[in-house]
């Protein structure tokens, strides 16, 4: 972004105190936006393997990378792009970061199974409030599409921790069936909109 985009963005910010992003540039190649977006929506549409009964396979380092690093990319794609914004929310971008790090150390089972399911556990926990705060904050600091990504994350929240909870709690499944019919279409939807977030045209970024 040049000096005038960030000059004016910070007299807008001054008059109403509520930025409108369309746009983020996280100066990086897009195919690198792309690999994000593409291996966090098949993270997403691995959730339904539990619907398949195919959870035998949920493990190892194959599984461990599809479910965790094209989340770990967009996290660090969206840290990079809002540098430049009154507030980055960049402590949340690290924590979400490293959270989603962990999970991918849980899957693998390092350094041993009992701790994997601890680390897995400790990151659910990270995330989930991660989410509710960066949700509440966007919604309450911008406007346009990260508002909407915030609504997002928001609902993806719910996903992570209370949603299964409910499921394990009236259908005695710890698979989780019918959450996983909620929570992968609100990740979907969380998936698009950072992409278009992060592959829009630079000079339009900010209203």
């Not at 019918?178 to 000079?203: M, Q």
Request: include cysteine.
């Amino acid at each position: 972004m040049n000096k005038t985009d960030l000059k004016t963005l910070r007299q807008n910010y001054g008059e109403k105190r509520i930025v409108r992003v369309q746009h983020l540039d996280a100066r990086v190649p897009a195919w690198i936006i792309w690999t994000g977006i593409v291996l966090a929506a098949l993270a997403a549409l691995t959730e339904w393997t539990t619907l398949l009964d195919f959870q035998d396979y949920a493990h190892g380092v194959p599984y461990a990378f599809v479910q965790t690093v094209g989340h770990i990319i967009l996290f660090w794609l969206l840290l990079r792009g809002m540098k430049t914004l009154p507030h980055s929310l960049t402590i949340l971008w690290w924590v979400l970061i490293i959270s989603t790090f962990l999970c991918l150390l849980g899957y693998m089972d390092l350094p041993n199974h009992a701790a994997a399911r601890m680390e897995r556990s400790v990151a659910g926990v990270l995330i989930f409030f991660s989410c509710i705060m960066a949700g509440i904050l966007l919604i309450v600091w911008f406007e346009g599409r990260l508002r909407t990504l915030g609504i997002l994350f928001l609902l993806e929240a719910m996903g992570t921790l209370p949603i299964p909870f409910l499921s394990l709690a009236l259908f005695l499944d710890e698979r989780c069936y019918y959450s996983n019919l909620i929570t992968a279409p609100i990740t979907l939807g969380l998936i698009w909109v950072a992409g278009k977030l992060l592959l829009g045209k630079p000079a339009a970024s900010y209203q």
